[in-house]
Nanobody, 123 residues
């Protein structure tokens, strides 16, 4: 089992920044590829960013490219999502997830999920 706990969400004005953290415990964090997803009310869960177990490969949804940066610190068992130039349409619950095998954008392919942290961007 891998337990994931997100933090860092909040209310921010458009154009502002937030840094989300996802702390992992349980099995060896460095064995897992990590993803950040988001889900707004009434909408499907959407892939935002992913990072491979060693941090070499990173992927982003088109709307996040150039604004969001995913990173990880395996010594601290933590993955981060730095979000800059936030827009009202980024408002959502942000959830991190872990997957042992190859990185993917498909939510159903992830093995472990956190509870999520709310991000609200005001216009």
């Amino acid at each position: 089992q891998v337990q994931l706990v997100e933090s860092g969400g909040g209310l921010v004005q458009a154009g502002g920044s937030l840094r989300l953290s996802c702390a992992a415990s349980g099995r060896t964090f460095s064995n897992y590829n990590m993803g950040w997803f988001r889900q707004a009310p009434g909408k499907e869960r959407e892939f935002v960013a992913g990072i491979s177990w060693e941090g070499r490969d990173r992927y982003y949804v088109d709307s996040a490219k150039g604004r969001f940066t995913i990173s990880r610190d395996n010594a601290k068992n933590t993955v981060y999502l730095q979000m800059n130039s936030l827009k009202p349409e980024d408002t959502s619950v942000y959830i991190c997830a872990a997957r042992r095998v190859a990185l993917t954008t498909i939510p159903g392919a992830y093995d472990y999920w956190g509870q999520g942290t709310q991000v609200t961007v005001s216009s």
